[in-house]
């Protein structure tokens, strides 16, 4: 459909977002004819969808949103999407009362009754859109992401997204393997499922239905004809049980890249963080998986300088990095976010410099392992899945355990499964030439 009316979203945060984003565009084209532009100059409807998970991002916000304002063009609107636009609310127009509307995390189905009418906030953190039917978003034509619950019953201690996105609710199954179902029909091979704790899907339906699990999920999902991958952020470490790790391990669509966040490596912190483990329950969890499936890499998400972090419960974090050899890091530094329990922890807060420090030796630490381990794979094949085309000729992929894999080709091999040998490597990326 060709329209005249240009949108343009700027999204922050995680994949959650980025699918919330995709929902907006979809829903904005269908209901108000918007077509999306990459240039907010053209714009006539700006939205920033944001994150309020650190606050770093939140301070970006007011930044971005001004300079918006000052280079937009005449009568375009600005609307705040996202975490932040939960948590903030009204005090976004406030502060900002060029700002048009406020829509929350759990409230992305309100975007078209909202776009039109100025002043408009939509936060309320009950809202349930988990059997809300979004227009069918668009994705990279390999990939698609769905989203298999909404909210988190969880209560870690540092952590703001419980208020931002609400109580959790499972999509219904059918619903999931419907889209899945539609995004393979428009060409996906490969399936991204997302929620703030997969692994917990299945407890409550809006509806009432019998619970499920995740494992059952997987399973369902892994029976679409033509789906090739399934992948799934992110999955709690505390409700990795055996039935889990086995499905894992057995069904040969499950990509061979888990994500567990750690948080911690030290017993005493975890309690505090309210993260349900122990330092050995997650290092039997990392060592079952390694010995079920070869070839696994597992990242991790890392918070240094929790309040009350001691030196000995920081080395338990660097020794959980020694001995489950994460592939890929995430690192923060302990932010302090409003309305969290760990905000009552302020006088163990950890003084500034430090959790530089450490977060600057846990990032030299990876480092190391980084470079004693990638050129392990120079000689190796392996078989990758070709997604994009660089502007400099070569094409680029992921191995089934999600290693970025650079080689020489054309656009003929977008969505094709080829091998490469490897003959290069960096701290987080492979090159090779294609065999047979
Ligand atoms: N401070 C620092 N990092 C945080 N995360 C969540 N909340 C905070 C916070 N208050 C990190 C966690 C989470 C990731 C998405 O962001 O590691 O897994
Ligand atoms: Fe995603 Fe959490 Fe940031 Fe919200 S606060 S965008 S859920 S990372």
């Given at each position: ?232 952020t992110s999955p709690h470490p505390l409700?990795m ?16 890249c888990i994500h567990m966040p750690l948080q911690s490596g030290?017993?005493?912190?975890l309690?505090?963080m309210?993260r349900?483990y122990?330092k050995?329950w997650f290092i039997?969890r990392a060592t079952?998986l390694r ?5 696994l890499r597992i990242t991790t998400d890392i918070i240094v ?11 338990d974090t660097l020794d959980v990095v020694n001995q489950v050899k994460f592939d890929q890091i995430f690192n923060f ?26 977060l600057?030796?846990l990032i030299?630490l990876h480092?190391?392992h980084l ?31 999600y ?34």
């Amino acid at each position: 459909m060709s329209s005249n009316k240009k949108l343009f979203i700027q999204t922050l945060g995680c994949q959650m977002n980025d699918t919330d984003s995709q929902h907006i565009a979809a829903e904005l084209e269908k209901h108000k004819d918007y077509s999306q532009t990459d240039k907010m100059e053209d714009a006539d409807l700006i939205i920033i969808n944001t994150c309020s998970v650190r606050e770093k991002p939140v301070q970006k916000l007011f930044s971005e949103i001004g300079q918006f304002n000052k280079k937009k063009k005449d009568g375009a609107k600005i609307g705040v999407c996202g975490c932040t636009a939960s948590h903030l609310g009204r005090d976004i127009i406030k502060r900002a009362p060029y700002v048009d509307f406020v829509v929350g995390a759990r409230n992305i189905s309100k975007i078209k009754d909202v776009v039109d009418v100025k002043g408009s906030v939509e936060i309320s953190i009950d809202h349930d859109e988990s059997t809300y039917e979004f227009a069918t978003a668009k994705t990279n034509k390999y990939r698609a992401s769905v989203n298999i619950s909404i909210g988190c019953d969880k209560k870690c201690t540092y952590c703001i997204v419980p208020s931002t996105r609400g109580e959790e609710i499972s999509i219904p199954i059918e619903m999931i393997v419907d889209q899945v179902q539609k995004s393979v029909d428009l060409g996906a091979v490969e399936v991204m499922l997302l929620g703030q704790n997969v692994n917990s899907y299945g407890r409550r339906f809006s509806d009432g239905r019998e619970k499920s699990t995740f494992t059952k999920l997987l399973q369902e999902v892994s029976k679409v004809e033509g789906l090739e991958r399934i992948r799934f952020t992110s999955p709690h470490p505390l409700h990795m049980d055996d039935d889990f790790i086995e499905e894992f391990a057995r069904n040969k669509k499950i990509s061979r890249c888990i994500h567990m966040p750690l948080q911690s490596g030290s017993t005493e912190i975890l309690k505090a963080m309210k993260r349900g483990y122990t330092k050995e329950w997650f290092i039997n969890r990392a060592t079952k998986l390694r010995s079920l499936v070869p070839d696994l890499r597992i990242t991790t998400d890392i918070i240094v300088a929790f309040p009350g972090e001691t030196q000995e419960d920081y080395e338990d974090t660097l020794d959980v990095v020694n001995q489950v050899k994460f592939d890929q890091i995430f690192n923060f530094k302990y932010s302090p976010r409003p309305g969290t329990e760990a905000l009552n922890m302020k006088e163990k807060e950890v003084p500034d410099e430090i959790g530089s420090k450490r977060l600057i030796d846990l990032i030299e630490l990876h480092k190391r392992h980084l470079e004693a381990v990638m050129p392990s794979y120079v000689g190796q094949t392996l078989n990758v899945l070709v997604e994009s085309l660089k502007p400099n000729g070569e094409v680029c992929g992921f191995t089934d355990n999600y290693l970025q894999v650079f080689t020489s080709g054309s656009d003929s091999l977008l969505g094709k499964f080829v091998n490469v040998k490897i003959t290069s490597n960096t701290r987080t990326s492979l090159k090779g030439e294609i065999v047979e």
